[in-house]
């Protein structure tokens, strides 16, 4: 059966990037869910389904969906949420750009276990810019964007992914549910040389 998380995956690297142990150590733990988790996980499904149909979230609200295994029916606060969400990834997106959602990436080449998603991912061609975002449903603790290695990890593995000769790559995190002195939507530009260095690392 093909692994659905990669056991030293973006969401957990700065616990396995810090203590490498931790891997073989969590090993034949079960991971448990909860209700925030799924509702989290209902919360990109119904985002995933709104870019593949191209709809406004208003238009799913009460109604009963399935995207990618995953049944559930979205309320008004939820399609509040999500569309803030879309609206940053298509805020001011032209026909020259881009855009790939849940953009899946492989990098054995960098480790052997490495892989993931990204949540959406967008080419700027005129820019040179490459634009990786990461949805937070979560609602508790604020997320920053400088310096989250989950986000490095997934801005190198679209980076290797996607080949686009990026000059400049932009991590941007969506937590609308969530207070922050920026904003909803927080981003952090570096250089694509730096993430060769991320690579190194």
């Not at 190198?156 to 790559?169: D, I």
């Not at 909803?184 to 991320?198: E, G, T």
Request: hydrophobic share 40%.
């Amino acid at each position: 059966m093909t692994e659905i998380h990669s056991k030293i995956g973006a969401s957990s690297m700065s616990r396995w990037s810090k203590c490498p142990g931790s891997v073989a150590l969590s090993k034949g733990i079960e991971s448990t869910s909860s209700r925030y988790a799924e509702e989290g996980s209902d919360a990109h499904a119904f985002a995933a389904l709104c870019l593949a149909m191209k709809k406004h979230a208003g238009y799913y609200v009460g109604k009963k969906m399935e995207y990618a295994g995953r049944q559930f029916c979205a309320d008004a606060e939820m399609a509040e949420h999500v569309q803030v969400y879309l609206d940053t990834i298509y805020l001011g997106l032209t026909a020259d750009d881009t855009m790939v959602f849940e953009h899946k990436f492989d990098l054995s080449e960098v480790h052997p276990g490495l892989f993931g998603t990204a949540d959406a991912v967008t080419w700027k061609p005129k820019e040179r810019l490459l634009i990786v975002d990461d949805f937070k449903y979560g609602a508790g603790i604020p997320v920053e964007v400088e310096g989250n290695p989950q986000l490095m990890y997934y801005a190198l593995g679209a980076l290797l992914a996607s080949n686009y000769p990026a000059r400049t790559v932009r991590m941007r995190i969506c937590q609308p549910r969530c207070d922050h002195p920026k904003g909803p939507v927080r981003h952090h530009d570096i250089d694509a040389i730096d993430l060769v260095d991320f690579k190194a690392d």
